[in-house]
């Protein structure tokens, strides 16, 4: 089992920046594959960017490349994602979660374990 617990949301204006982390717990943290995804009301949770075990490879969603950076510290066991640059679109819940590979990213359902998420609001 891993638990994963997000923090950092919160309130901020267009243009503005957040740090989000996740602090992981359990089985060992290097061995899994961190993604962050997020869901706005009424929408499907939707991938956000991605990090692999090492740290080595990172894979962004087209909408926050350039603005968004995901990186982990696995001494740590945390992972966050740096959001500059935000717009009110990029209003959701932001989730954290954890995977055992390097497959197929994009997909929640190749996600085994899921943090509760935190809130993100940007205000225009």
């Known amino acids: 089992q891993v638990q994963l617990v997000e923090s950092g949301g919160g309130l901020v204006q267009a243009g503005g920046s957040l740090r989000l982390s996740c602090a992981a717990s359990g089985r060992t943290f290097s061995y899994f594959t961190m993604g962050w995804f997020r869901q706005a009301p009424g929408n499907d949770r939707e991938f956000v960017a991605a990090?692999?075990?090492?740290?080595?490879?990172?894979y962004y969603a087209d909408s926050v490349k350039g603005r968004f950076t995901i990186s982990r510290d696995n001494a740590k066991n945390t992972v966050t994602l740096q959001m500059n640059s935000l717009k009110p679109e990029d209003t959701a819940v932001y989730y954290c979660a954890a995977q055992k590979g390097w497959t197929n990213v994009r997909r929640t359902n190749e996600y085994d374990y899921w943090g509760q998420g935190t809130q993100v609001t940007v205000s225009s």
């Open positions: 990090i692999s075990m090492s740290g080595g490879l990172t």
